[in-house]
């Protein structure tokens, strides 16, 4: 897989911008530069580079954009409004597909009526979350099953696609309807091999290591998150949304079956974050806790200054795999095919912000409930 450009759509925004800097750090090209405003592409451009203003919903130019790539990166969003169309396109172009989101609605839709194309590689999930965190743990433990606790979240300024998309995961009436698919359920849990609602409650005011200060937590089972206890066959998965912020914590929850447009609670949602990070230096972090029969459980923490950074670092690993032929022909979430190893170890060469770790826990610990 040596000809053709690499396209990168949404390359001028928050995730795109470094794709194309890492791409370029490691000579992978040419790139396509795809995006609405071309003064924002012309920006970024150097020479070599080939720039096409795109708009997504624009059939004709999102053909003109795909065709001659050997590969589309979708960075742009939301996602859930996005869907399959991208994807669709660059088959019938004869490019192969990575979406830094694409979870499961695509998947759904793609999977329906797969493209025709002999061949063609579609990765989806190909970010941090979606995407990388669901490779942690098949790095702390090549055997499955276990009870499985991850925490994530930080304090960051969202915008853009990435807030949009956090609105239309709360929200999915507001979202392109997929057969009614379900996106996920705040309490609830993975227990005993089946979804048990209202299984666990939020807290406040409390201490977790890797995370600065007291933070509240949310417990929230999602649509990806169940896939991963599957895959994984976990007895229990709980996961909880960390926020050291209290005001985006109290708009989302705000936002649930609230009424109103989706530009207006974009909004609402980009001024609260940008009201909790005031004064704070930004983080995200992800912590894994994986407790085996006859094993000693394991504790793994990615911690990022930019979980933006991290997701396009993430899309560079899987995009350097797809285009090694790692990846074989057909429909993937990245985290199905990718080596979890590899990737990690990718993820940290190409973003100087992002600390991983792993480390076995002592019994104390967990009987203390410190992590």
């Not at 580079?49 to 960075?75: Q, Y």
């Not at 227990?191 to 201490?207: C, D, F, I, M």
């Not at 806790?289 to 200054?305: C, G, M, S």
């Not at 990737?343 to 973003?351: A, I, K, N, S, Y």
Request: hydrophobic share 45%; net charge neutral; with cysteine.
């Amino acid at each position: 897989m040596t000809s053709g450009a690499i396209g990168i759509l949404g390359a001028s925004g928050q995730v795109g911008h470094h794709v194309v800097g890492w791409l370029r750090r490691d000579e992978v090209g040419p790139v396509r530069l795809g995006g609405r405003r071309r003064s924002s592409l012309e920006a970024l451009q150097q020479p070599g580079d080939d720039v096409r203003p795109v708009d997504l919903n624009d059939d004709l130019a999102l053909t003109e954009f795909c065709r001659g790539c050997r590969v589309v990166v979708n960075c742009a969003g939301p996602s859930y409004q996005v869907l399959d169309r991208v994807a669709r396109v660059a088959a019938a172009e004869g490019a192969h597909y990575l979406d830094v989101s694409g979870d499961g609605p695509a998947h759904a839709l793609l999977q329906k009526c797969m493209p025709a194309s002999r061949g063609w590689v579609a990765l989806l999930s190909a970010g941090m979350l979606p995407g990388l965190a669901n490779l942690v743990p098949a790095w702390l433990s090549d055997q499955p099953g276990g009870a499985l606790t991850v925490y994530s979240g930080g304090v960051e300024r969202l915008a853009g696609a990435a807030s949009a998309d956090l609105v239309l995961s709360l929200r999915p009436q507001a979202a392109v309807a997929v057969d009614s698919y379900w996106y996920g359920e705040a309490g609830a849990s993975w227990e005993l091999g089946r979804r048990r609602s209202r299984s666990l409650v939020a807290q406040e005011n409390v201490q977790l290591d890797f995370f600065p200060g007291t933070v509240a937590m949310l417990p929230y089972l999602s649509a990806d998150a169940e896939r991963l206890a599957m895959r994984r066959k976990l007895t229990t998965l709980r996961w909880f949304n960390v926020f050291s912020g209290q005001r985006l914590r109290e708009t989302l929850i705000g936002l649930r079956g609230r009424s109103g447009t989706l530009s207006e609670a974009v909004r609402d949602v980009e001024r609260a974050s940008e009201l909790d990070v005031l004064g704070i230096r930004p983080y995200y972090a992800m912590v894994f806790v994986l407790e085996q029969p006859q094993q000693p459980a394991r504790r793994a923490a990615i911690v990022t200054d930019s979980s933006l950074a991290l997701t396009a670092a993430t899309a560079v690993a899987a995009l350097r795999a797809l285009l090694r032929g790692e990846i074989p022909p057909g429909l993937h979430f990245a985290d199905d095919v990718l080596s979890p190893q590899r990737t990690l170890d990718e993820v940290v060469r190409l973003h100087a912000g992002t600390r991983i770790s792993r480390h076995i826990l002592e019994r104390a610990e967990l009987e203390e409930g410190t992590l």
